[in-house]
């Protein structure tokens, strides 16, 4: 007997719409490409917006011939479906020379030029580490970009929500006109995140300019702001607390040794930012600034500090000692610090009492990460501390520096220190420690 009846389809033709849309997530643009092509509905499911809403374009500064094909890929695709796009983040991969960077600045123009006219929907512009400084940027390709880039940021000023351009190294001119695009419709603007961690050229004393001071005060609702110390100023804290006070969470401020950071602030703007903004907690990382007077003028006691890093980059200097800041600086934000990261060369002195001192003194402290000469018992010490509830720590991470070729030793002293304490880091910590020979 024939069987009239319609032919069996597979359970795939059954999935619900949701689901299918979930399955293209996880695809790259060739896979959707293909799946589009198995019927109607599968087609439809690769033109729905909530697939295209992310989008990473990553400029290839020594392309291979797979790589050439996924940049056209990805560039083809974000313009076909830009007018979904909510995330952009573009990357510049190794950038060698001016013809390459001529291509970009070409490329960059034409689709923020179209996604300028079709997109109503973008929240985030990520563009990390222009690096505009360099010789590869010639003063027109250069000047033609940012011009571009600010056409952008005006035309997208009342939706776009986060900003990044950190490492775009730029002059104090160029940054201001870029950062006042986004305020230009309304003269304020009211994006609540802005990454401008390296955005001007190094050696700017831009915590004494005029001018970042009226571009800072027409931003209105910062929520979180990444930047260097070499903006912070008593104006500037005073912009913050009148116009973002009610929504500034986060301040993450770099302050790096070829900054200038000699600046005075005093420690009431701080207090009366810190006042008028309950929610604010700052995160300072400091790459070889050491030295004790140094950080005694940056780590005011009123400041509402949760997080510190303090890096050496290897740099060994004997003219500073690290004690003193262990010692007197970091116990003020016992009550609310929660990470600490150390990376020390601190060959020539120890520090293990004065660092587990600091430790218990921290109430709140989660985060520990340290890079440093140390000996392996400071390990167990710290472990029977927090065994007894002395410390809270669910995090350490410690590579402790030796001078010795051979650390058979020490990995030895570590592996019964683990096992000693074993069910506690397995059951309560996020742990790594290891031996690191520094010869």
Known sequence: MEDDGEPEQSSWAYLPDVCLSHVF????????????????????TMHSGSLWRCRTITFYGQPSRART????????????????????????SNPYNTPFIKKFQVIMRGLLSHLGKCNSHLESLSIKYLELDCLIWKNVVRAQFIKNLAAFLKRMSNQLDYLNLKGARITLEE?????????????????????????????????????????????????????NYNCISDELLDILREHSS????TLNIKCH???????????????????????????????????????????????????????????????????????????????GLQKLTLELNNDHELLDNELLQLILSCKRLLF???????????????????AERKCILTTIKVRIYTAQDDSTEEEQLL??????????IDSELNYFVITYPMV
């Open 25 to 44: 997530h996880w695809l790259d643009d060739r896979d959707r490409s293909r799946a589009a092509l198995v019927c109607k509905k599968w087609s439809c």
């Open 69 to 92: 094909l996924e940049f056209q890929s990805a560039l083809w695709y974000t313009k076909k479906f830009g007018k979904y796009l909510k995330h952009l983040e573009i990357k510049l």
């Open 175 to 227: 940054g201001c006109e870029l950062l006042n695009s986004l305020s230009s419709l309304t003269n304020r603007s009211f994006i609540s995140e802005i990454n401008i961690e390296d955005f001007f050229s190094l050696h700017l004393s831009v915590y004494s300019s005029a001018l970042f001071h009226q571009t800072m005060s027409k931003f209105h609702r910062l929520t979180i702001l990444t930047f």
């Open 246 to 249: 009610h929504s500034l969470c």
């Open 257 to 335: 040794i070829h900054d200038p950071h000699g600046q005075a602030v005093s420690g009431m703007s701080w207090a009366n930012l810190a006042k008028r903004a309950p929610k604010l907690n700052v995160n300072f990382f400091f790459e070889r600034v050491m030295k004790h007077d140094h950080l005694a003028r940056i780590l005011l006691v009123e400041i509402p500090v949760r997080s510190i890093s303090l890096r050496s980059c290897y740099f060994s200097d004997p003219d500073w000692t690290m004690r003193p800041t262990l010692t007197n600086l970091l116990p003020a934000y016992w009550h």
């Open 368 to 386: 520990l990460k340290v890079w440093a000469f140390l000996s392996v018992s400071f390990i167990e010490r710290l472990l029977q501390n927090r």
């Open 415 to 424: 592996a019964d220190i683990y096992r000693k304490f074993k069910y506690l």
